[in-house]
């Protein structure tokens, strides 16, 4: 069973389209998160949610909108597509379950966004 | 603010060689600190991290990486280089583990490649 899926593994689009990308954890975590990794590799975070209630919202064009209908799923449609949204974008989730050392922090294998 | 210092975005060692990363960060309170690894075409995958317990951690695939405050440093280490440790790695660091706000902050990431 895969710990954090995201669907679609690869996503090719036209610029001024939306689409979504969709996101479930089956470890029980509490908090999920988008982070976007560019063409240079580069890993930045964009949203995160503890619960279905928004945390994190890093400075991201409000084209992107995060829905946590639970907490196990963490969706993120994005309108209006550029062609600058191209990159990996991962779902990740974490348990912070209290004493130090049991820290978790999972990845899904990333979506490849393509905007032409 | 926290941030990290990947020094090396490649690094080329030769199979049964000593691998050293290098990564430093800046924190305003003690971090948590983290290593990733990437394969190609893959998300991420963690190999140790350090929340406050002892300071010589080690992870996955016989790696280890040593905190040390005084250098402000968390280098990635392993004895023996192996073809399959080829891959992109990632340092990260994380100054909460408050519920839905423990966003981790990446370096840019080094490329390691194996000379057979």
């Known amino acids: 069973d895969t710990a954090v899926s995201q669907t679609p593994k690869y996503l090719v689009t036209q610029m001024g389209n939306d689409k979504s990308i969709k996101c479930e954890q089956n470890?029980?975590?509490?908090?999920m998160y988008w982070y976007k990794q560019d063409s240079k590799k580069f890993l930045k975070i964009m949203f995160s949610?503890?619960?279905?209630?928004?945390?994190i919202n890093e400075t991201v064009p409000n084209r992107f909108s995060p829905k946590s209908p639970d907490k196990a799923h963490l969706n993120l449609h994005i309108n209006s597509l550029e062609l600058g949204d191209s990159a990996v974008y991962f779902c990740?989730?974490?348990?912070?379950?209290?004493?130090?050392?049991?820290?978790?922090?999972?990845f899904g294998s990333g979506t490849r966004l393509t905007v032409v | 603010a926290q941030s990290v210092t990947q020094l090396g975005s490649h690094v080329s060692v030769s199979e049964g060689a000593l691998v050293l990363l290098r990564c430093n960060y800046s924190?305003?309170?003690?971090?948590?600190l983290f290593w990733y690894v990437q394969y190609p075409n893959q998300g991420l995958q963690l190999l140790l991290k350090y929340t406050s317990a002892a300071t010589l951690v080690k992870g996955i695939n016989g790696f280890e990486a040593e905190f040390k405050k005084s250098e402000t440093s968390f280098h990635l280490t392993k004895p023996s280089a192996h073809m399959s440790d080829a891959a992109e790695y990632f340092c990260a660091v994380s100054d909460t583990l408050d519920f839905g706000n423990e966003k981790l902050t990446f370096g840019t990431g080094t490329r390691l490649t194996i000379i057979p």
């Open positions: 990740a989730s974490s348990d912070i379950s209290g004493g130090g050392g049991s820290y978790g922090y999972t």
């Open positions: 924190s305003s309170v003690p971090p948590y």
């Open positions: 949610y503890n619960n279905k209630e928004l945390i």
């Open positions: 470890l029980g975590h509490d908090t």
